[in-house]
């Protein structure tokens, strides 16, 4: 007689409870990213709470196709979904590959976070387009038209977490960076250029030196008043073309002055030697058809001396007030030694320069050093972020400083790189990353005013 007992079932009851709970969070995943609810602070999708959210600095990229309303117009529906994902499935894994996350697809468009640094997303943006290439090829052997992409990116504190009700629940970043990301995104489409970054982007960079970056323009974000610098990541270019620009570089640089402080017809002469020697450089020609539109021969271009100094002659505004003494101190004396050094050139002379940059020099040391002080004491998260970009702000003096060294000796655009290097930065810098800190101690710590 048998007296074994039955084997019992429940172990591979269990384990095909496991596997079914594996394979349902695995389907989860492909619609809340693992990585989005691991900076949640999450582990388990089920306790996911609506309103759940945490400050995050990371970096945003957008890309878009470009024209593809027009190309979706002479598709089928299911022509379109099948072109869309045989799109979307070459960059996923790109994106993946560079610490990249997904946040939403909208429509044609890739909204991809990431968290760990801008470097990222710059490698992220080129390997993109080489990945655009081998799919465009594909394309032409199949008899269609190749597509086009344009990326912005920009780097900034945002807010990450749930928002929703009760029924439906979606995670999503909110923020200032976003919006200037998506902005940026839509100048590509503008210049005609495959990558644009922020000057946040440019300052948080862990290492600026392998990239070609262009000072392209200065745009503003909507709901914002400060300007915000834009560069071109001719890296993205053709090699021929990349080439090019870097030969035009210095012509297109004085263009760009030119056209900022309102002398539209010497502009218009620099785009031109920029278009004559680089033809497919396509925001070289965007601006001079701006030129052409702008420029006016019976009216003589302003002194540019005088439209030098209105725009670099700046004075401390109560909106640049972080409600902190001691550092309103230090950054009005940094801004007024920065105003000393483009008064100096209205003079024609540069022989007090070295002495203010030393000055200038000096001021910045003590403002960052005592604010990283700060910083430290009240334990702020992104002090290494913004460390960097004091660190920034002290390369391009340094670049101001060897230009006048070398005895560069056109004073409009040496000015006009002093505002945007440098006063610029700082105004930037103290309406967004200060007062974001400001904000930090104000929430902590109310009732004690710093000195």
Not at 16 to 39: G, H, K, M, N, W
Not at 302 to 316: I, S
Request: glycine fraction near 4%; proline fraction near 5%.
């Amino acid at each position: 007689m048998n007296t074994c007992p039955p084997a019992h079932p429940l172990p591979a009851a269990t384990q095909a409870i496991d596997q079914q709970l594996s394979e349902t969070e695995s389907a989860y995943s492909r619609f809340v990213p693992r990585q989005f609810l691991q900076l949640l602070g999450v582990d388990d999708i089920r306790t996911v709470q609506l309103g759940q959210q945490v400050e995050r600095s990371m970096t945003i990229l957008f890309s878009d196709i470009r024209d593809f309303t027009s190309l979706s117009e002479s598709m089928s529906p299911q022509e379109n979904f099948n072109f869309l994902n045989s799109y979307l499935v070459q960059m996923e894994p790109v994106i993946a590959a560079h610490g990249g996350i997904i946040d939403k697809y909208i429509g044609d468009a890739i909204m991809a976070l990431f968290p760990h640094s801008p470097d990222d997303a710059l490698r992220c943006s080129l390997a993109m387009l080489a990945k655009l290439d081998e799919y465009n090829a594909g394309r032409e052997r199949a008899g269609y038209h190749a597509i086009q992409i344009g990326i912005g990116i920009n780097t900034g504190i945002v807010i990450l977490g749930t928002i929703g009700g009760e029924g439906r629940m979606d995670g999503t970043v909110i923020g200032d960076a976003v919006n200037l990301a998506s902005r940026l995104e839509q100048l590509t489409k503008e210049y005609k250029v495959p990558v644009l970054i922020s000057e946040y982007t440019l300052s948080s960079l862990e290492n600026i030196k392998p990239w070609s970056l262009r000072f392209l323009d200065r745009t503003y974000v909507r709901g914002k008043h400060d300007e915000q610098s834009v560069y071109e990541v001719i890296d993205a270019d053709i090699p021929t073309l990349r080439i090019a620009k870097k030969n035009t570089w210095p012509i297109f640089q004085r263009a760009l002055t030119h056209y900022h402080l309102g002398d539209f017809q010497a502009a218009k002469t620099y785009f031109s030697q920029c278009l004559a020697e680089a033809p497919d450089d396509t925001a070289a020609r965007a601006y001079l058809r701006r030129c052409e539109a702008l420029a006016q021969p019976a009216v003589p271009p302003p002194a540019l001396n005088d439209a030098l100094a209105l725009a670099t002659d700046l004075t401390w505004l109560e909106e640049y007030s972080l409600g902190i003494p001691l550092l309103d101190k230090a950054h009005q004396e940094l801004l007024a030694d920065l105003t000393a050094l483009t008064r100096t050139l209205q003079t024609d002379t540069l022989a007090h320069a070295p002495t203010l940059l030393a000055q200038i020099h000096r001021s910045a040391a003590k403002a960052f050093t005592q604010q990283a002080d700060l910083m430290r004491e009240k334990n702020y998260p992104f002090v290494d972020l913004h460390h960097r970009q004091h660190l920034r702000f002290f390369d391009y003096l340094k670049e101001i400083q060897d230009d006048i060294e070398r005895n560069n000796t056109d004073l409009i655009y040496l000015g006009f790189r002093i505002k945007n290097r440098l006063s610029d930065w700082l105004i930037n810098h103290l309406l967004n990353a200060d007062h974001h800190f400001s904000h930090h101690i104000n929430g902590r710590n109310v009732s004690h005013p710093l000195t």
